[in-house]
């Protein structure tokens, strides 16, 4: 299987909400524009396509000098443990450089996969949570 890596390629808001589906992320995916204005504009957006399907996605919010948020980083179910989903984070470091910080919050149920990663738990974040 081949599998095609794309910077900064537009995402149809549809495939988007198949891949959160798929993946097992909670997004909001019953709201179609609100996915849509989540990937108007992302700063920094790496994708990983087979056969011309979207199959995963790193979406991240960066000022490319000190610090990189991580904010979605989703791979089809199908797709998964095939090395995608450390590839994009590889990708998105290799982009940002060793200068920046790369930050996520992780969802309960991916808190074990991220150290594999390299990711530092960090004891020191704090959050104000969205309402819906």
């Given amino acids: 299987m081949s599998v095609e890596y794309r910077h900064n390629f537009p995402l149809d808001p549809t495939d988007v909400v198949r891949v959160f589906d798929q993946s097992g992320i909670k997004r909001p995916t019953g709201n ?3 996915i849509a204005r989540m990937f ?8 990983a396509w087979v056969d011309g399907e979207l199959v995963g996605l790193a979406r991240s919010l960066t000022d490319h000098a000190y610090c990189c948020y ?3 980083l989703a791979v089809d179910k199908q797709y998964q443990g095939l090395g995608i989903g450390k590839e994009l984070v590889r990708r ?3 982009i940002i450089g060793d200068e920046v910080s790369l930050i996520l ?3 309960p149920d991916a808190m074990a996969y991220y150290p594999a990663l390299g990711f530092e738990a960090a ?3 704090y959050v104000i949570r969205r309402t819906h």
């Fill in 105 to 107: 919050l992780s969802a």
């Fill in 40 to 47: 108007a504009a992302p700063c920094l957006l790496l994708s």
């Fill in 92 to 94: 998105t470091q290799a």
């Fill in 123 to 125: 004891a020191n974040a």
């Fill in 32 to 34: 179609l524009p609100r």
């Fill in 70 to 72: 991580l904010s979605d």
